[in-house]
Every structure is written in C-alpha cells, then in structure tokens.
C-alpha cells in the first residue's frame, strides 16, 4: 500500500473542475430564468387584449412565469457550485415553467414562438443537468475525495 503525501495543515482538497456541459447550462439557466420573467411581465401585460373573462387565467398565467423564473435565477449559483439540491430545485421549476409554456402556447396567441423557444431551451437544460458528464459533476463531493474512497474501501474489508 502506498500512503497519500501529506497535506499541508489547513489547506483544503483541489476540488474539481466544473465540467463545460454545466458551465453552459448555468448560462442557459440565467438566460431562461430572466427570459422567462420577461415572457411572464407581457403575458401578463396582455391581460388588457383578452376578453373579460380570461383576465384571471392570463394574469395567473403571467404571475406564475415570473415566479418561477425568479425562483429559477436564484439557484442557479447553486447549479454552479455542484450543489444537487439546487439541481433537484432547478428541475422542479423548469418542470412546472416547461408546463405554463405549453399552456402558454394552448391558450394564448401572441406568444407562441417565444414560449416554444423557452420550451426547447429548459428541456436542453434538465437534460445537460441530468445526463453525463453534468450528472457526474453533483454526485456527493465525500466520495469525489479519494482519502474518503480509501478509507471506505479500507472499512468495507
């Protein structure tokens, strides 16, 4: 058996590089996120063309675009630091923003092109973040260490 150099007191493990697949959804995130906040902002700005009776549904439509853009914006940080929570977070929203855009698409007229482009973006971004090598980027940083890979290996026998 070999043993590891010793590390120097206080110093903390390399860590490793974030993978280009994951860089570019981080980018992809922020841009959907606040293009999904601006799509929200004229959804719901087109309440004032609509028939009296799909003012609710196209103002709740509007909020919830904006919402769930902001909500996506602030885990993106998370996305770039590795964290899964913030993966499994961003997920969830992209899942119910990827569901107004259908609805957005179904119900409304003017806004087609924008919610489709919104659509195929998120969709490129869950599979970026789900599929390798961006999957492989937030498996558990104690594992990714290879004292701990040893000291595991070394406990299981």
Known sequence: MTADPPTPTGAEPVAARRPVVVTISVVLVYVSAFAAVLLGILVLLSRYEVVSSDVLPVSLLGAGIILFGLLLVAVASG???GSRLSRTL???????????????????????????????VEVLIVLALWLP?????????EAADPADQAAASDRAT
């Open 79 to 81: 996305i770039a630091r």
């Open 90 to 120: 961003a997920t969830v929203y992209l899942a119910i923003l990827i569901l107004l855009n259908v609805v957005t698409i179904a119900t409304t007229d003017g806004w087609d092109w924008s919610a489709a482009a919104q659509f195929a």
């Open 133 to 141: 090598p961006g999957a492989r980027h937030f498996r558990r940083r």
